[in-house]
């Protein structure tokens, strides 16, 4: 089931969309009792949700009579009650009749919304004819927890439910790969009729985040990260406080990072808090990527994706799907920056080797009292490289650039050399490193993945081999004290922590994405309250 491109005309429909009124912010209440529903419903409001859905079947001692009467009329905002049974992904497995009949007294008693299955809508909405209260909604519901159907099938199921009286249609499917979000996002936006479309796991989290760009009645936020009432659901104050939900609109762009793993990256923290201050109409995401070539055909809006930081395991792969590259990143043979012009083109950047270089510069002339007019540092400084990926041929080709005679030592010799010989330097396996010290005041830059959380206690070269060395970097910023870095201080040597080059190349970064100096104190102030 491929998906088409998402194009600018999918998008022209969402910013004329059906829906003029903002995406409403729903927090599942997921207590086993009325009373930690209660507890809930305030901690949602003070959140800032604007409804509760107050999930019934999670109730361990029901009494529809008593329970729904005091969750109902004492919840501080709007109620959605869903009762939800076990053939589509709930907990309820009793009498279907009593399960119909506690959401008929919900109707009753005051909630804003119930939700009913697309199974048993028909015979629902039934019963209910000519009983609904004035602004009482029906939201019928779909739930597919093995796929995304195709475009067709997606559009046909949305046909049923509307034919079932649904008020407010909902279908959930999930992601195998993010592109199934398009399939879902194509039918929204052309939706005659108000629309929940979730594509729940981790590559789906882009149909809940960006549901205000294209018209989405609601979406999920949780409480909490451990409750979460569907897989891939984000938490309230994330999509409030993190991602900016509120100022998403359909013309807002969107920005992310492409990546496998993907989740633990900081950057939309810094990028949608440098947005927002400076009034950006844009938003960064979490993009959980698969296939690189198969991401960029599908989203290919100016808008849609307008620009992507690129990590692990892309930065060399993603190099085939650009339209144009910037020479020292084709010389390196590996992107971090994608930026998408308004004709459509990907032009690629990489900013990892600016951010690292410029950073260790700073760090040696800090020690030296040089001023930046006099030339780089690095000229003429013998400069180890350990590790030989990315971000080795990133400090590589930079230290090179700069006048520095570069010495690459890998864990597999072959790659050490092929990068050595690119960029006329020595080639050495990381087993030499310890003895190699054929001058003092070398630099020492380590960008393998020894010392990363969670082996904190790992080190790439043991202490006493530090000695020969004037300064020391770490590309590793988890932990940002990393047990190199710790040892090279306690050696009297400067050290330069990954986080430098974290922020630097995102300055960088935010320059190509907006074409505006990136706003470096606030970058600064949150990578110390959050690395």
Known sequence: MGSLPFTVSDLQTSVSGVRSNPTLLCTPLMGTTVEQMLTEMRKAKEIGADIVEIRLDCLRNFS???DLQILIK??????LVTYRPIWEGGQYEGDENKRQDALRLAMELGASYIDVELEVAHEFNNSIYGKKPQNFKVIVSSHNFHNTPSTEAIGNLVARIQASGADIVKIATTALDITDVARVLQVTVHSQVPTIAIVMG?????????????????TYGALEAGAISAPGQPTAKDLLDLYNFRLIKPDTKVYGIIGKPVG??????????AFKKVGLNAVY???????????????????FISGCSCTIPHKEVAIKCMDTIDPIARKIGAINNIVRKPDGKLTAFNTDYIGAIEAIEDGLRESNGSSPAVGSPLAGKLFVVLGAGGAGKSLAYGAKEKGARVVVANRTFERAKDLADKVGGQALTLEEIENFHPEEGMILANTTSVGMKPKINDTPIPKHALKH??????????PKDTRLLRE?????????YGTEMLIRQGFEQYKNFTGLPAPEELFRELMSKHA
């Open 74 to 79: 004492q919840s501080p905002l709007p109620t």
């Open 202 to 218: 981790e590559r789906g989290l882009i149909s809940r985040l960006l549901s205000p760009k294209f018209g989405g009645y609601l």
């Open 264 to 273: 633990h990256s900081k950057s939309p923290l810094l990028f949608n808090a």
């Open 285 to 303: 995401v979490h993009l959980l990527v698969d296939d690189v070539e198969k991401f960029f055909n599908t989203y290919s809006a100016p808008d």
């Open 488 to 496: 090279a201080k306690e050696s009297g040597k400067i050290i330069v």
């Open 64 to 66: 529809p009579a008593q």
């Open 469 to 478: 060395y004037s300064l020391v970097f770490d590309a590793i910023y988890t």
